[in-house]
């Protein structure tokens, strides 16, 4: 069983950004793509950004945040990051972390992705 954790969430200024982790502490890495989801408050959880684990290069952003949004994954520490800049109210939601096993194609339907994190809260407030 894979185990995500999340990590780098809180409270950031209208403008500011953010930097969130995504660690498989256990080190199972039996997986083939790691991307985030978001789910604002009485919302349904959305895509935001993918990237394929074994290459650690191919990357696809929802259309409306990839003009400010990276997704990067190093073979170093083994994490994947997702950096966002320009931060509204909006973008205020439980950030997901996700993984699956089908293969090099970035999903971005949540029902394709057999492992979750518990999610870490952002809140973008002025």
């Known amino acids: 069983q894979v185990h995500l954790v999340e990590s780098g969430g809180g409270l950031v200024p209208v403008g500011g950004s953010l930097e969130l982790t995504c660690t498989d502490p256990?080190?199972?890495?039996?997986?083939?793509?790691i991307s985030w989801f978001r789910q604002a408050p009485g919302k349904e959880r959305e895509f935001v950004a993918g990237i394929v684990w074994t290459n650690r290069r191919t990357t696809y952003y929802e259309d409306s945040v990839k003009d400010r949004c990276t997704i990067a994954g190093t073979f170093g520490n083994d994490a994947v990051y997702l950096r966002m800049n320009s931060l509204t109210p909006e973008d205020t939601g439980v950030y997901y972390c996700?993984?699956?096993?089908?293969?090099?194609?970035?999903?971005?339907?949540?029902?394709?992705?057999?492992?979750w994190g518990q999610g870490t809260q952002v809140t973008v407030s002025s």
């Open positions: 256990e080190g199972t890495y039996d997986y083939k793509v």
């Open positions: 996700a993984a699956h096993r089908r293969g090099q194609h970035i999903e971005v339907r949540e029902e394709m992705y057999e492992y």
